[in-house]
């Protein structure tokens, strides 16, 4: 099993090394198995990855390089991404505690992602607008130059992917903080990319603590962006300090997203994809439908059989096939689910089903926590307002159609919605009402490389994917080119003859 994993050395500039910040235990959710130790990163592997970022980025053999010869690089990490799936899913199984079912489903949508943006490359037009004088106006877009890259635990090779794809695409070098739990499969990446024959110093991967290496990368004077996904706290530290300098920032942070199911939905369909909204990856997700809204009409009866389905639901081991709900990440993560709920029995919560641990030896030694129901919460209680990042899921009734709109936006976060209803012109109406970034009807959690993805609120700032993804890493210069070949007439000078 060891040597299916990365050897824990970081990747700094083009070079595997050890790092020299604190040891970083990854340990296999499902039974608390050793994977790896990892030394982090420290001050000096952060500034030599800068440093190493710097050069790469400026030297001409890459910053000219013209936009299809830089797809050829990604599309060379895209046919590594695949040819290395089996193995990405097993490491990202064993680091995250995944389904590996899902991992799959990730390593495969990492390599599609840069393969999309290659394809941006070889499609993407700048801009010549029509000239209002004589000149010739045209606008071209350049690399930032460094870009820093945070990535979060529960999806990282996705992630990554949606980072680095578009980042490298631009022309820029990157630095790639993963998250300390989560650490082995940005390093898997790392080697890929490695292999696809990137020039040396356009990435480095170095997870260690976000208060030294997140804190370091984002005060540094040589990055010029910072792209972020993870909570709104630490979103919002980055970008005070990205504020001091005047640096872009993109942040993909928490959610609160609400499922709304109308009396004229289709029961079935809609259980099965709340069931898949709030529950799969063990609801750790940042667009889980956390809030469930359900019309009072039918409130009692879909409840019913929504608790029935989630008990129905094959708790186990992430490498069993039959398994739907895995491990939570980490005990630490855990102990702030179990708070959670704790909180919300204070609150006059019901639990309907779920609360505690599963029973029996399988699940003593792993991080494991039933799918969670409860209702008789209110929708300003901290239950319904704060993201728990775990399978707890809130139901609250409505009347109508208003009533919906309006328990859905009275919440700081905008990261999702969902509708599901037979009425077309309902769901139209709820989706221009409700303040969101991404509206699902009639299904869940679905997603497209081609679409942006975001939030509004307390969810974040700018857009990930989507052909505008590749140009929130570049810069736009404007020229103009005089056509008169005549001295402005301000100067008061003689034509030239």
Not at 130 to 136: A, E, F, M, S
Not at 299 to 305: A, D, E, G, T
Not at 306 to 321: C, Q
Not at 387 to 396: H, N, R
Request: aromatic share 8%; proline share 5%; glycine share 10%.
């Amino acid at each position: 099993m060891a040597e299916q994993l990365p050897d824990g050395r970081l990747f700094i500039g083009g070079e595997w090394r050890e790092g020299h910040g604190a040891e970083i235990v990854s340990r296999f959710p499902a039974d608390q198995s050793l994977n790896r130790i990892v030394r982090g990163a420290a001050a000096e592997d952060v500034d030599e990855a800068i440093t190493r970022a710097e050069t790469a980025a400026a030297d001409p053999a890459w910053r000219r390089l013209k936009p299809h010869e830089r797809a050829t690089y990604l599309y060379r990490i895209s046919v590594g991404i695949e040819r290395n799936a089996e193995r990405i899913s097993f490491i990202q199984t064993r680091d995250t505690g995944k389904t590996q079912a899902e991992t799959r489903a990730l390593a495969q949508s990492a390599a599609n992602t840069f393969r999309y943006f290659a394809a941006a490359l070889e499609t993407a037009e700048e801009q010549m607008p029509p000239p209002r004088g004589d000149y010739l106006t045209f606008s071209c877009y350049e690399p930032i130059g460094v870009v820093a890259a945070i990535t979060p635990w529960n999806s990282p090779i996705a992630s990554d992917a949606q980072k680095l794809a578009p980042a490298l695409a631009a022309g820029n070098a990157v630095i790639l903080k993963p998250a300390s739990w989560s650490p082995l499969t940005a390093l898997e990446l790392a080697r890929i990319v490695q292999e696809a024959g990137l020039p040396d110093g356009l990435l480095s991967v170095i997870p260690g603590a976000g208060s030294v290496v997140g804190d370091l990368l984002v005060r540094h004077p040589a990055i010029g962006k910072v792209s972020f996904t993870g909570g709104t706290e630490v979103g919002r530290r980055i970008a005070f300090e990205a504020a001091k300098k005047l640096m872009p920032v993109s942040l993909e942070l928490g959610g609160k997203s609400a499922t709304i199911v109308f009396d004229d939905a289709d029961m079935t369909q809609a259980i099965a994809g709340v069931l898949f909204g709030i529950f799969s990856s063990t609801g750790q997700s940042c667009i889980a439908g956390s809030r469930l809204l359900v019309q009072r009409s039918i409130y009692k009866n879909f409840v019913q059989r929504l608790v029935e389905a989630a008990e129905s639901l094959k708790i186990g081991n992430p490498f069993d096939t039959a398994t739907q709900v895995a491990p939570l990440i980490h005990g630490d993560h855990r102990a702030s689910v179990e708070q959670a709920v704790a909180l919300a029995r204070e609150e006059g919560g019901r639990v309907l089903t779920g609360g505690k641990r599963p029973e029996g030896s399988v699940f003593d030694a792993g991080i494991y926590y039933r799918p969670t129901i409860i209702d008789t919460v209110g929708n300003q209680s901290r239950t319904c307002r704060e993201e728990i990042f775990g399978p707890v899921l809130a139901v609250l009734p409505f009347d109508d159609e208003a009533e919906a709109v309006a328990l859905a936006n009275d919440n700081p976060f905008g990261l999702a919605l969902g509708i599901w209803t037979r009425d077309v012109w309902r769901a139209s109406r709820l989706g221009a009402a409700v303040k969101t970034g991404t509206v699902w009807v009639n299904t869940y959690k679905q997603f497209s490389v081609s679409t942006p993805f975001g939030g509004v609120k307390e969810s974040g700032l700018g857009r990930e994917k989507g052909r505008d993804g590749l140009r929130a890493y570049q810069q736009q210069k404007s020229w103009y080119l005089d056509t008169s070949e005549q001295p402005h007439p301000w100067a008061g000078l003689m034509e030239v003859a």
